[in-house]
């Protein structure tokens, strides 16, 4: 419960700064994968403040606008996160990277009546640059 509250007072803190780089936060997501608990209950409660934070995240850069490269170490760890043993862990990374990949995607889906196209590839270039740092980094 101390990591929820931990968060959302984090969460406040960047509603109210407006912040437009996320890659300070990304650093700490990528140094807590790569510590990942050994035990898999530590190791799931952890994932989900993960969950939360890479939302969060998102939140303050579709409120901002800002664009964001999806960083390699954090890509790392997801990628061992999503190869976990556990499969709920497993399952935690695979939502930890589809949030961070596809922020827009929940929005576009709840504004689709009053969607333009203008939107729409508004929100296809904000996932080109996630897709070119995966697609860099794998090949």
Not at 48 to 59: D, K, P, Q, T, W
Not at 78 to 92: G, Q, Y
Request: with cysteine.
């Amino acid at each position: 419960m101390k990591k929820i509250s931990h968060l959302e007072e984090e969460n406040e803190r960047l509603r109210r700064q407006k912040i437009l780089d996320a890659c300070s936060l990304f650093d700490v997501m990528s140094t807590t994968l790569e510590k990942l608990p050994p035990s898999s209950i530590a190791a799931r409660e952890t994932t989900g403040s993960m969950i939360i934070l890479a939302n969060m995240i998102v939140v303050a850069s579709v409120s901002s606008n800002s664009q964001q490269v999806f960083p390699d170490d954090l890509l790392l760890e997801l990628l061992k996160l999503m190869l976990h043993l556990d499969v709920e862990i497993r399952f935690s990374g695979h939502q930890i990277f589809f949030v961070l990949l596809i922020p827009n995607s929940n929005h576009v889906r709840r504004d689709t009546d009053a969607s333009t196209s203008n939107q729409t590839i508004r929100w296809s270039s904000d996932t080109a640059y996630v897709f070119a740092s995966v697609t860099s980094f794998l090949g």
